[in-house]
């Protein structure tokens, strides 16, 4: 049984009856209006699954396996995902209806042979319910799934694998982000009503919102091409470094057109200290279209610049969300932890929440300095 009108059946027990409506009206019926900060529940696995069509999807976002084990939990909304960006088709802005991140909740790639690109994971409103920070309540324990639901965790398992088209020997694989292009809908920067969702919803505070126009207002005029670019730049830099900000995220890069860019091994490894070189020690190793060896150097990555990580993994396969095959690094890609995309700088994806970590070459990174515990002549 693949689809089902619920609303014409009698509910499993499990299921709120104030809950399920049609499936096919569920998001806008059951919009909370969540905003970052607040608590909520994740709905049960039946209630979830009577939400989905028949490819285990919601407005055509998919629920998957990898999110299954969190049914019951109670969690913190992290930020209202009411719009994000897909690299997929370029890194415009898309809007998305009432859906949220929870708390750094990511995908660990465990139903999809291994994808290591920890993207962190939307969830409809539809999925949840809010909840008192105080509320009581265990998490409940698995149910049978019946056949009354309008999917099935073997639908959720056996939608992500697509087989390979004639001519063709490698899998492609379908997960929340090669789904966003279908899940969304294009989204102007210059539609103000997301900023001010923005906003109202938590994700960004005023203080936040007002710098980042501001410096939408600054690069406008500094990259206008009226002769006034390279002096803005410079009073920016003084400005930055004044206040322990970073320097202006767009320069020249340094390798000609006609020279490969250049490389180097630390071989550092999970768990290890590095330093992030300084940003125009980077510039040296990028060409024209910021890149080394194929690896882009986003601008969102020049505020991590000159300081210290902890080495999360070093990615050796990611999900391409281009075409959904399992694309296989080459050569050193890095990921650093509690280092995320902040959306600072580009105009089509402003205050995105959707927090990618950046992947680092080895030659943008150098071991950071040992640190020795203190001893008693430390204090002498």
């Not at 689809?3 to 009698?10: E, N, P, V």
């Not at 080459?330 to 580009?346: F, H, M, P, T, W």
């Amino acid at each position: 049984m693949t689809s089902l009108d619920i609303s014409q059946k009698a509910l499993p027990a499990e299921i709120d009856e104030n809950f399920v409506g049609t499936r096919s009206a569920a998001d806008d019926q059951h919009a909370l209006g969540l905003r970052a900060g607040e608590w909520v529940q994740v709905r049960s696995r039946e209630e979830i699954l009577a939400t989905l069509d028949a490819n285990g999807r919601l407005e055509e976002l998919p629920f998957m396996p990898e999110m299954l084990k969190y049914c019951g939990a109670r969690m913190i909304v992290g930020k209202r995902a009411h719009k994000t960006c897909d690299p997929a088709i370029g890194i415009g802005g898309r809007k998305m209806s009432n859906t949220v991140h929870l708390s750094n909740i990511r995908c660990d790639g465990s139903a999809h042979d291994g994808c290591q690109a920890a993207c962190l994971i939307f969830w409809k409103e539809a999925w949840l319910k809010r909840i008192e920070p105080d509320k009581g309540g265990q998490r409940p324990s698995p149910v049978v799934l019946s056949s009354r639901s309008g999917c099935t965790e073997e639908v959720l398992h056996s939608s992500i694998r697509i087989p390979p088209a004639p001519g063709e020997t490698e899998q492609r694989y379908v997960c929340q982000n090669t789904q966003i292009k279908f899940a969304t809908q294009p989204l102007s920067s210059w539609d103000l009503r997301q900023y001010l969702e923005d906003y109202t919803s938590g994700n960004v505070s005023l203080a936040r919102l007002t710098i980042g126009l501001l410096y939408t207002a600054w690069r406008t005029v500094a990259e206008a091409g009226i002769g006034i670019g390279t002096p803005m730049r410079w009073v920016y830099d003084v400005f930055q470094r004044a206040i322990g900000g970073s320097p202006y995220p767009l320069r020249p890069a340094g390798v000609p057109k006609d020279k490969a860019t250049p490389r180097a091994t630390i071989d550092v490894q999970e768990g290890e200290r590095v330093r992030v070189k300084s940003f125009p020690e980077i510039l040296k190793t990028l060409d024209s279209s910021y890149r080394n060896r194929g690896l882009y150097f986003d601008p969102e990555m020049v505020p991590f610049t000159e300081r210290e990580y902890e080495v999360e993994r070093r990615v050796k396969q990611i999900i391409d969300e281009r075409d959904g095959k399992m694309l296989r690094f080459k050569s050193d890609a890095i990921i650093l932890k509690d280092v995320v995309c902040g959306s600072r700088y580009a105009y089509c994806r402003r205050f995105c929440p959707r927090a990618i970590p950046p992947y680092w070459r080895e030659i943008w990174l150098e071991r950071a300095p040992e640190r020795h515990a203190p001893t008693d002549c430390d204090h002498s």
